[in-house]
């Protein structure tokens, strides 16, 4: 099968990239810089710009599309810059045709109980609000403004990989959730970036989620 991924190079588009590449599909890498996209025989570096002319074309000809775009946690304006570059995705995956697009958003927008999310919660930390708000605002616009894109969204659980005071361990085995945030006993679960991977590439080569957000966690 044919797999692109926007933001190829970011900590979780770069381990997409490799499970991917892995499991023998062709894979376009669309990075800014080429010269770190990984390097396999199956993967293509393409340097794109989601708000160029020419990016629906270049999104067009594949199974499905995994994006893992992010302007960066250090960005001071991640939260305008991460909504105007789905804004652009989603126009351009509109006019590719893009069969499935899979977003992955972030923990915040969870239910924690209902009508509550995460991002609402006083532990919820403060420095990485803007861009995890942003991220909950573009789960509600796709679910009420973007019927006409093939679109489905990967929320990863609190805890992810070691930075997130996880794991970077590859266990080949995850559970799956909806729009609950899972929990391993009395604390929010977790998943290393590696098997997060795992779900992300058996869901685009299954194209399971159309239209719907879910999580995964460790086992």
Same mark, same amino acid.
């Given at each position: 099968m044919k797999f692109a991924v926007i933001g190829a190079t970011g900590y979780v588009g770069n381990a997409v990239v490799r499970e991917l590449a892995e499991r023998g599909h062709e894979v376009t890498a669309f990075v800014r810089n080429t010269g770190k996209a990984l390097a396999a025989p199956n993967v293509t570096a393409v340097q794109a710009d989601v708000h =160029? #002319?020419?990016? #629906? =074309?270049?999104?067009?000809?594949?199974? *499905?599309?995994?994006? *893992?775009? %992010?302007?960066?946690?250090? %960005?001071? %304006?991640i939260g305008r810059d991460f909504t105007a570059g789905y804004a652009a995705i989603l126009a351009a995956a509109k006019v590719a045709k893009v069969p499935y697009l899979l977003a992955v958003g972030g923990a915040g927008s969870l239910f924690v109980a209902p009508g509550v999310q995460l991002i609402d919660t006083p532990e919820f930390p403060k420095e990485i609000f803007d861009g995890a708000n942003a991220a909950r605002n573009l789960l509600r616009d796709l679910q009420t403004q973007h019927a006409d894109v093939n679109w489905a969204m990967i929320s990863p659980p609190a805890r992810l990989g070691a930075d997130g005071g996880f794991s970077e361990e590859r266990t080949g085995q995850y559970r799956l959730g909806g729009d609950e945030l899972l929990m391993a006993g009395e604390m929010p679960a977790g998943i290393s970036v590696a098997d997060l991977a795992i779900a992300i590439a058996d869901d685009v080569e299954q194209k399971a989620h159309l239209h719907q957000r879910f999580t995964a966690a460790a086992v």
């Open positions: =160029a #002319a020419d990016f #629906a =074309a270049q999104l067009s000809g594949f199974d *499905a599309v995994v994006s *893992a775009f %992010n302007p960066g946690w250090t %960005n001071p %304006n």
